[in-house]
């Protein structure tokens, strides 16, 4: 009888470590991404148990449905379980599930938080975003690599693994004769975007990485490294650095962008910044345009950068 699709382990967490080991050994995902999903997958493993389910080929999708009803119940920690945290706890059971079926060469179909009503996340910023002042004396701690990819999180609105894989001289003379960047390398989903050049401070913060990135190589990981080796060494200190100077990390970057764009097109500081919304409008375009610059899809994730619509 197979077990757990041939993974050689009759135990559903040590099946799940062996996948999620595979793709960080890949450069797919971090050591704290494997810690981080195992320890909520764990809490279904016994859920799962509790059913008569001890294995990955009798796990279906009723079942799932099942434990996310559980989790709407459930009190963790003598508290109910916020909506995040409930709406991590299935992602975690769909991400492995994933894994697991696309090893033995099938399919999962994700039990979604809406279609079994989990409550929706809240996401609303509430804290000011950094100021250039504050990153700027931040990034000037940071080896040269790190503060290059940390100026293009502030200018440009990358993600560390985007502003990482990207090939900074290319993106330089496409600034510079398209005014706009393309960014393909890195990006959730693998989808496209581009972003527009408004500012001198973009052109230098591409100049600094193309100077930054090593000759004849395509982007700023060293070429002697994987982006797993980069992302958990050097990229890993940038961010305690970071840390240590304000700024929580380089998506905190990431917010500032949003926030500075936000200004720029409505005339207003972002909400979270003390901004007012005088034209309902002008907001809603303007948090669409963000959205698509940073890679989003929609307007609604713009709560947790710039602040609530409201």
Known sequence: MSKNFDLKTRDMSKAAHILLSKDQREGAISFSTVATVLERFEHFKRFAKEKGVARFERVSSE???????????????????????AANMLSAVNSVMSRAHSHNGTKWIPVTGREVGLERRKR???????????????????????????????????????????????????????????????????????????????????????EVQSDDHHSLVPPEQTWAQFREGELRDGREVLKKHGVAGYHQLRTAYAAGRYHELTGQPAPVNGGKIDDKDVDLDSRLQISSELGHGRAEVLNSYVGSKK
Not at 65 to 85: D, E, V, W
Not at 159 to 167: G, H, V, Y
């Open 63 to 85: 079942l799932v449905r099942s434990y996310a009803q559980h989790l709407k119940k459930r009190k963790f920690k003598k508290r109910n379980l916020s909506a995040a945290y």
């Open 124 to 210: 609303t910023r509430t804290t000011k975003t950094v100021t250039r002042e504050q990153s700027s004396k931040a990034i000037e701690q940071l080896s040269p690599r790190a503060a290059a990819i940390a100026n293009l999180a502030r200018e440009l609105g990358l993600r560390s693994k985007e502003a990482s894989l990207i090939n900074a001289k290319k993106a330089l003379a496409d600034a510079t004769n398209n005014s706009f960047v393309a960014i393909e390398a890195g990006t959730k989903g693998g989808r496209y975007r581009e972003v527009p050049i408004t500012n001198p401070k973009q052109i230098e913060a591409l100049r600094n990485a193309a």
